[in-house]
T-cell receptor, first 116, second 110 residues
């Protein structure tokens, strides 16, 4: 299995809703990532988990809350989002550990989030 | 700091034309370099990579050579196809953080 899966594929939520995005990989990778991608822009790094511990938070607002329950799963909990948070949310994984710059990241297909 | 600069698009070519997308980088130390491709409505796929100077990455007819002296990693393909239409991102990896260029949208006309 050489893929990263993400659910749901599409999500529409109101500003008062609470929802979660899910990401899963079964490649034995020990680093997992959340990115946000706006239209016609490159992905922007949000969070990095290395060996199930949060290692990088790129000053992301607290209305985004990541969670790594085990080495295969990564969640992103969403609460009180704003319309400007509408974007494609991409999950990625890599062999890790931190400092192995030759390791490429494998990306999932993304969740397209719309906040009304 | 670390950064990647790639040519602005969109780039429009006819099928079977030669493709070059320029990419230069600024980085401390010796980063690994990547080209990722994003097809419409999809996530990013790794197209090719190079981890040290003079390495050549290649895949699906695409090639790029890690040039340390010019800090470049230009993407080339000898004969493009309509199915190559996508957005191409040049990127570098330092300490587990990928720095992306702004992306180049490629349109191939039949």
């Amino acid at each position: 299995d050489t893929e990263v899966t993400q659910t749901p594929k599409h999500l529409v939520m109101g500003m008062t809703n609470k929802k979660s995005l899910k990401c899963e990989q079964h490649m034995g990778h020990r680093a997992m990532y959340w990115y946000k991608q706006k239209a016609k822009k490159p992905p922007e790094l949000m969070f990095v988990y290395s060996y199930e511990k949060l290692s990088i938070n790129e000053s992301v607002p607290s209305r985004f809350s990541p969670e790594c329950p085990n080495s295969s799963l990564l969640n992103l909990h969403l609460h009180a989002l704003q319309p400007e948070d509408s974007a494609l949310y991409l999950c990625a994984s890599s062999r890790g550990p931190r400092g192995s710059s030759g390791n490429e990241q494998f990306f999932g297909p993304g969740t397209r989030l719309t906040v009304l | 700091g670390n950064s990647v600069t790639q040519m602005e698009g969109p780039v429009t070519l006819s099928e079977e034309a030669f493709l070059t997308i320029n990419c230069t980088y600024t980085a401390t130390g010796y980063p690994s370099l990547f080209w990722y491709v994003q097809y419409p409505g999809e996530g990013l796929q790794l197209l090719l990579k190079a981890t040290k100077a003079d390495d050549k990455g290649s895949n699906k007819g695409f090639e790029a050579t890690y040039r340390k002296e010019t800090t470049s990693f230009h993407l080339e393909k000898g004969s493009v196809q309509v199915s190559d239409s996508a957005v191409y991102f040049c990127a570098l990896n330092r300490d587990d953080k990928i720095i992306f260029g702004k992306g180049t949208r490629l349109h191939i006309l039949p």
